[in-house]
């Protein structure tokens, strides 16, 4: 069995706001959605090239939707998560919630 | 709103070097949000980092090869300031031999070409690669969302395009026929697109693998049963794959609408000669198609007769003398030489040593029969 590669904080992040962003999560609204929910704005560039690593892995996929003007006659690119991505996603996220429950409340330490 | 466009040379840097991983997207992305009313700070700023993510991933991967050069090279340099043993030197590495004999020489040189080296060392990640790597791309056929690979040259096009009709195999096998045609192709400037039809690769969740019903039906009803759902699946919801797969590649700014072959190898032979009847190719390839079951199977033989008489552009059909039938290629050429349609035919020289190997030539020999097909699309559909 190989050896298991966990997502990379930025993996994370990317493939959670495309969940959020659903139909729509292209490059600029999962831009958006990092930066509403860290207070800090990605570049595009990196989340490109996440995307890529991730496509790679098989968690997500992409498609073109119809180019339009208004983009120099280019088309968007729409992301989705795949079964494996979704998986991965959750056991991150059940990984994160357990050890913030191991965690001593702020200002506390351990008795 | 913002009237002003975004700056020419950033657009013009990204387009050139920025990764190619959906470079087209992310240029558009920012062309729309600069329209929205960012400013060109906020532009320069967003291709400056997208240029730098791209030359990173194009080092990352060379970068295990880049330090055991640097790392050989470093120890023959010293064994070569240390040692006086020239000799044993040449053996490693003549090259090192060389430097020896000419050590001053060697110092002016390196010194006067040091920033002319570390601007190449830089700028070679961005040079055009010939082999370029396929992107994973979805598309909808119907109400399935199916994928393939899409294998670009470099720049925005518009180019020639090859729609690829993958095999039988399951799982992802067929991604090796596809990257033996793929970069071949993307060298002469074609795209190509290689979807996966429903129930293989990347699309195996879309629906069941079309040899599993096949076996099914002969389990069913004999040979008569499955030669006859055969028949049925590639003329009907396979063959609806491919032209959902023909209209996507049509939409892509980046593909001549108006230039695109159908091409394929065993299934996807049969695939091929059914697409081009249906229209829309400016040619058609049909590699080995049907030569694993045409012989007694008279349903695929007649769908595939009928098929060519009708074909709306002209097809090139090629295998290797040592196929299981090459019946089929014989055959539907001379179908289409009697109907006055465009046709050429091809039979190679045995390939390997079994009717496998020469049912494989259809992939694994693309470098022998490609030089042949290129200047059959090339006549028809790049003249």
């Given at each position: 069995?190989?050896?298991r590669?966990?997502?990379?904080?930025?993996?994370?992040?990317?493939?959670?706001?495309?969940?959020?962003?659903?139909?729509?999560?292209?490059?600029?609204?999962?831009?958006?959605?990092?930066?509403?929910?860290?207070?800090?704005?990605?570049?595009?560039g990196?989340?490109?090239?996440?995307l890529?690593?991730?496509?790679?892995k098989?968690?997500?996929?992409?498609?073109?939707?119809?180019?339009?003007?208004?983009?120099?006659?280019?088309?968007?690119?729409?992301?989705?998560?795949?079964?494996?991505?979704?998986?991965?996603?959750r056991?991150?996220?059940?990984?994160?919630l357990?050890?913030?429950?191991?965690?001593?409340?702020?200002g506390?330490?351990?008795? | 709103?913002?009237?002003?466009?975004?700056?020419?040379?950033?657009?013009?840097?990204?387009?050139?070097?920025?990764g190619?991983?959906?470079?087209?997207?992310?240029?558009?992305?920012?062309?729309?949000e600069?329209?929205?009313?960012?400013?060109?700070?906020?532009?320069w700023?967003?291709?400056?980092?997208?240029l730098?993510?791209g030359?990173?991933?194009?080092?990352?991967?060379?970068?295990?090869?880049?330090?055991a050069?640097?790392?050989?090279?470093?120890v023959?340099?010293l064994?070569?300031?240390?040692?006086r043993?020239?000799?044993?030197?040449?053996?490693?590495d003549p090259?090192?031999?060389?430097?020896?004999?000419?050590?001053?020489?060697?110092?002016?040189?390196?010194?006067?070409?040091?920033p002319?080296?570390?601007?190449?060392?830089?700028?070679?990640?961005?040079?055009?690669?010939?082999?370029?790597?396929?992107?994973?791309v979805?598309?909808?056929?119907?109400?399935?969302?199916?994928?393939?690979?899409?294998?670009?040259?470099?720049?925005?096009?518009?180019?020639?395009?090859?729609?690829?009709?993958?095999?039988?195999?399951?799982?992802?096998?067929?991604?090796?026929?596809?990257?033996?045609?793929?970069?071949?192709?993307?060298?002469?400037?074609?795209?190509?697109?290689?979807?996966?039809?429903?129930?293989?690769?990347?699309?195996?969740?879309?629906?069941?693998?079309?040899?599993?019903?096949?076996?099914?039906?002969?389990?069913?009803?004999?040979?008569?049963?499955?030669?006859?759902?055969?028949?049925?699946?590639?003329?009907?919801?396979?063959?609806q794959?491919?032209?959902?797969?023909?209209?996507?590649?049509?939409?892509?700014?980046?593909?001549?609408?108006?230039?695109?072959?159908?091409?394929?190898?065993?299934f996807?032979g049969?695939?091929?000669?059914?697409?081009?009847?249906?229209?829309?190719?400016?040619?058609?390839?049909?590699?080995?198609?049907?030569?694993?079951?045409?012989?007694?199977?008279?349903?695929?033989?007649?769908?595939?007769?009928?098929?060519?008489?009708?074909?709306?552009?002209?097809i090139?059909?090629?295998?290797?003398?040592?196929?299981?039938?090459?019946?089929p290629?014989?055959?539907l050429?001379?179908?289409?030489?009697?109907?006055?349609?465009?046709?050429?035919?091809?039979?190679?020289?045995?390939?390997g040593s079994?009717?496998?190997?020469?049912?494989?030539?259809?992939?694994r020999?693309?470098?022998?029969?490609?030089?042949?097909?290129?200047a059959?699309?090339?006549?028809?559909?790049?003249?």
């Amino acid at each position: 069995m190989g050896k298991r590669e966990f997502p990379g904080s930025l993996e994370i992040l990317v493939l959670s706001a495309v969940l959020r962003a659903g139909r729509e999560a292209s490059g600029i609204p999962i831009a958006h959605e990092i930066e509403a929910a860290t207070g800090r704005p990605v570049p595009l560039g990196s989340i490109y090239a996440t995307l890529a690593r991730l496509e790679e892995k098989g968690m997500v996929v992409s498609e073109l939707g119809p180019p339009t003007p208004e983009r120099g006659g280019r088309a968007r690119a729409f992301f989705r998560l795949t079964t494996p991505g979704l998986a991965e996603l959750r056991h991150a996220q059940r990984s994160l919630l357990a050890l913030w429950d191991e965690l001593p409340a702020p200002g506390r330490g351990r008795a | 709103m913002n009237k002003r466009g975004p700056p020419w040379l950033a657009t013009f840097l990204l387009r050139r070097f920025a990764g190619r991983y959906r470079r087209d997207a992310l240029i558009g992305d920012l062309i729309e949000e600069h329209g929205r009313g960012r400013g060109s700070a906020w532009y320069w700023w967003q291709a400056l980092c997208a240029l730098t993510c791209g030359a990173q991933a194009a080092i990352l991967p060379r970068l295990p090869a880049l330090v055991a050069l640097l790392a050989w090279w470093t120890v023959l340099l010293l064994l070569t300031l240390t040692l006086r043993r020239p000799v044993i030197l040449f053996a490693l590495d003549p090259s090192v031999y060389w430097l020896l004999r000419r050590k001053r020489r060697l110092r002016e040189t390196l010194g006067r070409s040091a920033p002319v080296l570390l601007l190449c060392l830089w700028l070679a990640p961005c040079l055009p690669r010939p082999a370029a790597a396929a992107e994973t791309v979805a598309f909808q056929s119907g109400d399935r969302t199916l994928h393939g690979l899409l294998y670009r040259p470099q720049g925005d096009g518009p180019f020639p395009a090859v729609l690829y009709n993958h095999g039988s195999a399951s799982g992802l096998l067929s991604n090796q026929a596809f990257d033996r045609a793929g970069p071949i192709l993307v060298a002469r400037g074609w795209v190509v697109f290689a979807p996966y039809r429903t129930g293989q690769g990347t699309s195996s969740d879309a629906g069941p693998y079309i040899m599993d019903e096949i076996r099914k039906a002969q389990a069913r009803g004999g040979e008569a049963a499955a030669e006859h759902t055969m028949v049925e699946l590639l003329a009907t919801g396979q063959l609806q794959d491919q032209m959902a797969a023909l209209a996507w590649l049509k939409r892509q700014p980046f593909v001549r609408a108006g230039q695109i072959v159908a091409m394929g190898n065993s299934f996807g032979g049969i695939e091929t000669v059914l697409g081009v009847e249906q229209g829309g190719y400016c040619a058609g390839v049909d590699v080995a198609g049907g030569a694993m079951s045409w012989e007694g199977h008279r349903e695929l033989q007649s769908r595939m007769a009928q098929a060519v008489e009708h074909a709306t552009a002209p097809i090139l059909f090629l295998q290797a003398g040592n196929d299981y039938s090459v019946e089929p290629s014989r055959v539907l050429h001379a179908a289409m030489e009697a109907v006055h349609k465009p046709s050429e035919l091809r039979i190679y020289p045995a390939y390997g040593s079994s009717k496998d190997d020469g049912h494989n030539f259809g992939w694994r020999g693309a470098d022998v029969w490609m030089k042949d097909a290129l200047a059959f699309m090339e006549a028809r559909c790049r003249p």
